[in-house]
């Protein structure tokens, strides 16, 4: 159990494009999603985390304008990357807190890696 | 801000002998620590965890060890693998911060046959 997935698993776009990434967690509710960005060779940066039904909660530094997030049910967050550039070329990893359990419990999707030409 | 650290970037054992990554961490309100695998182009993989009222658990071939007064968390591997070899981090949350978790910047090990 505690399965999360993402979608697209990779993703190739141009300069100026927006792009989608879905994170879904397949046997069980998700009360809270975050989203991790991470740059080859350097470790997982935490972007921001999302409950269900409310606004996203963004780090520093991170523009929400850009980087929507929707999580509009319990299994589905989506992360949408607007107007993207070469510079947001990375590896974005989302991860599912379990509901009924305490919320340090985090089940990572596999990522999704998008390259911005 | 606080940090995570980890002591090593890189780590080759031979197969069969004890792997040890150590880590460190600066937040004083970190109740909760996990340790990950990440094989490349993957998402990080739970090994184990530990919370701040143990200084010792111990999972199938690893043990997690925590030593709150310096601010330690170390990961011990016995009998390494080739399947092993991955980068490893450290993470800790603490309830002050939502449970969002921050990353230490990772230990590459690589085991030799």
């Known amino acids: 159990g505690a399965v999360v997935s993402q979608h697209p698993s990779w993703v190739i776009c141009k300069s100026g494009t927006s792009v989608k990434i879905e994170c879904r967690s397949l046997d069980f509710q998700a009360t809270t999603m975050f989203w991790y960005r991470q740059f080859p060779k350097q470790s997982l940066m935490l972007m921001a985390t999302?409950?269900?039904?409310?606004?996203?909660?963004?780090e520093q530094g991170v523009e929400k304008d850009k980087f929507l997030i929707n999580h509009a049910s319990l299994t589905l967050s989506t992360l949408t990357v607007t107007s993207a550039h070469p510079e947001d070329s990375s590896f974005y990893i989302c991860?599912?807190?379990?509901?009924?359990?305490?919320?340090?419990?985090?089940?990572f999707g596999p990522g999704t890696r998008l390259t911005v030409l | 801000g606080e940090s995570v650290g980890l002591h090593l970037p890189t780590l080759s054992v031979q197969e069969g002998d004890n792997s040890i990554i150590n880590c460190a961490y600066s937040?004083?309100?970190?109740?909760?620590f996990i340790w990950y695998k990440q094989e490349s182009g993957k998402g990080p993989q739970f090994i184990i965890d530990i919370r701040s009222n143990m200084d010792k658990r111990q999972g199938q071939r690893v043990t997690v060890l925590l030593n709150k007064t310096v601010k330690h968390l170390s990961l011990q591997i016995a009998a390494t693998q080739p399947g092993d070899s991955a980068v490893y981090f450290c993470?800790?949350?603490?309830?002050?911060?939502?449970?969002?978790?921050?990353f230490g910047k990772g230990t590459s090990l690589l085991v030799t046959p």
């Open positions: 991860s599912a807190g379990r509901q009924g359990a305490s919320t340090d419990t985090q089940y």
């Open positions: 937040n004083s309100a970190s109740d909760y």
């Open positions: 993470a800790e949350s603490s309830s002050n911060s939502g449970y969002a978790l921050n």
């Open positions: 999302s409950n269900e039904g409310s606004k996203a909660t963004y």
